[in-house]
């Protein structure tokens, strides 16, 4: 796992001097895709939806970059124990901060929002390749409460959907 705290002003340099700014998606520094997940404190969609992680079902490859957003103030977002594959490292990010983190280690990696656990805030990241679903029983069976635990169902349910929970 790598941080780039100040990756974006570096890239924004890069893209001006190659006059490439309006056409090229984000690649981080790897050479990977940024990923953008926003901290919201209301669903656009479903304004009867609050404090969210958007998109909070997140398919990545290895390399790739997932940038958290704080689109809203209070937010912040964290791995949950137990639910970050064996070998790979968890992150912890600050509120009201925009947080980048590159994940190479394939599997599932669950978070939160510290603050809005219990409005169960809370999202999944899969970083696809072999083993990807290693630790999915894992994941599955740390324990969650309340709304969290309602947030996990539903997201398990969105990952079998688009095809992410079969190897
Ligand atoms: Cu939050």
Not at 11 to 37: E, M
Not at 69 to 82: E, M, R, S, Y
Request: proline share 7%; with cysteine; charged share 20%.
């Amino acid at each position: 796992m790598v941080f780039h705290p100040n990756r974006r002003t570096v890239l924004a340099g890069f893209a001006g001097i190659a006059g490439l700014a309006a056409v090229t998606p984000a690649v981080a520094q790897g050479g990977g895709t940024v990923h953008d997940i926003q901290m919201l404190n209301k669903d656009p969609n479903n304004p009867r939806n609050r404090m969210l992680f958007s998109p909070r079902v997140l398919a990545i490859d290895p390399g790739d970059t997932v940038r958290f957003l704080p689109v809203d103030p209070g937010h912040n977002a964290q791995t949950i124990d137990g639910m970050v594959p064996e070998g790979a490292e968890g992150w912890r990010s600050k509120l009201n901060e925009e947080f980048e983190v590159t994940l190479t280690v394939p599997g599932i990696y669950g978070y939160k929002c510290l603050p809005h656990l219990g409005m169960g805030m809370v999202g999944v990241v899969f970083v696809r390749g072999e083993g990807m679903l290693e630790n999915l029983e894992l994941a599955q069976s740390v324990r969650q409460r309340g709304r969290a635990a309602k947030a996990f169902e539903e997201i398990w349910a969105e990952a079998e959907q688009i095809g992410l929970m079969t190897a």
